[in-house]
């Protein structure tokens, strides 16, 4: 029986993890994995930028189940900053989904990492997959300089930061 690996993350408590993993479920069943067996639930809630991919639990729970359970051939989520938004982890994940020939469904945008006999990376999806690494990465970096530009403006008040 076929297998299929529901990832879910958020960085902070406040984010609603329940929400994304109930999308990711309904779009497991309509892609065949609708016995509950056949679909494993990753949830974390932890950083995907301070974080390096060993520190990563989600990811370590991943690799961990393909390697254990041969039944495994999918893995679902939301978008790639939702496996990291670092550049370098993003194409480390993917690498090991490729050579393990497990199939990448990304929902937002949507795109199937393999080809259907998954011997390669889909042309379209390896296009959308290093823009969209690219725009997670870039977008959390540009969050670290707001916030250090509006902690130097509350330093030079006199405020605390």
Same mark, same amino acid.
């Given at each position: 029986m076929k297998k299929i690996i529901i990832l879910s993350r958020v960085s902070t408590e406040a984010q609603? /993890?329940? =929400?994304q993993t109930k999308e990711r479920i309904s779009k497991a069943i309509q892609l065949g994995y609708k016995d509950s067996k056949q679909q494993i639930v990753i949830e974390n809630v932890e950083s995907a930028i301070k974080l390096s991919e060993n520190e990563r639990i989600g990811i370590q729970k991943l690799k961990h189940y393909i390697e254990t359970d041969k039944d495994i051939d999918c893995v679902i989520c939301?978008?790639? =900053?939702r496996l990291s938004r670092q550049q370098k982890v993003l194409y480390s994940v993917r690498d090991y989904l490729?050579?393990?020939?497990?199939?990448?469904? !990304?929902l937002n945008p949507y795109m199937k /990492?393999?080809?259907? &006999?998954?011997?390669?990376? &889909?042309t379209t999806a =390896? !296009?959308?997959?290093s823009l969209f690494s690219t725009l997670a990465e870039n977008e959390m970096m540009i969050k670290k300089e707001r916030f250090m530009r509006a902690k130097n403006e509350l330093t030079k008040q006199g405020k605390k930061s």
């Open positions: 609603d /993890l329940t =929400s939301w978008e790639p =900053s490729v050579d393990h020939k497990i199939q990448l469904y !990304i /990492l393999l080809t259907d &006999d998954r011997t390669q990376i &889909d =390896s !296009i959308v997959f």
